[in-house]
């Protein structure tokens, strides 16, 4: 499992992550069983604090995307169908992220979309 962080952007890291784990959980590129990285061992290897990667989790599970046992750690969730409206919301932060990288490295609407076609035309 592969994150990107991008400290310099304005999205805030956490919520970089949470984007990120639900587009591979969404995706089907984490499968329904596979067990998320512990807390303290995702948040040193991203550089950051304990405390928002467990907001991530948290909001992960709030979302059914995951669920955290003691023994078992958190565990990705059998896909569902997501309200819309749930996808809207994702769909927006995702975008607002994707945008906000794009303006910032100088591309105009239309490479950023070209790019974006590009990316879903090689995925699964």
């Known amino acids: ?25 969404g995706s089907g590129q ?5 067990r ?9 290897d991203l550089g950051l604090a304990p405390g928002t990667i467990g907001r991530v989790y948290r909001e992960l599970e709030a979302a059914g995307l995951v669920a955290s046992r003691v023994r078992t750690g958190t565990v990705v969730q059998a896909r569902r ?10 769909l927006d932060n995702a975008a607002r992220g994707y945008a906000a990288t794009a303006r910032r490295l100088g591309a105009d ?3 950023a979309v070209a790019a974006l076609h590009a ?6």
Request: net charge negative; no cysteine; aromatic share 4%.
């Open 119 to 124: 990316q879903w035309a090689d995925l699964p």
């Open 30 to 34: 984490l499968p329904a069983g596979h």
């Open 109 to 111: 609407l239309d490479a």
């Open 1 to 25: 499992m592969i994150l990107d962080l991008d400290l310099g952007s304005p999205v805030p890291p956490y919520e970089q992550v949470r984007s990120q784990l639900a587009t591979l959980i």
């Open 36 to 44: 998320l990285p512990p807390i303290r061992q995702l948040a040193s």
């Open 81 to 90: 169908t997501v309200p819309a409206r749930v996808t809207r919301e994702h």
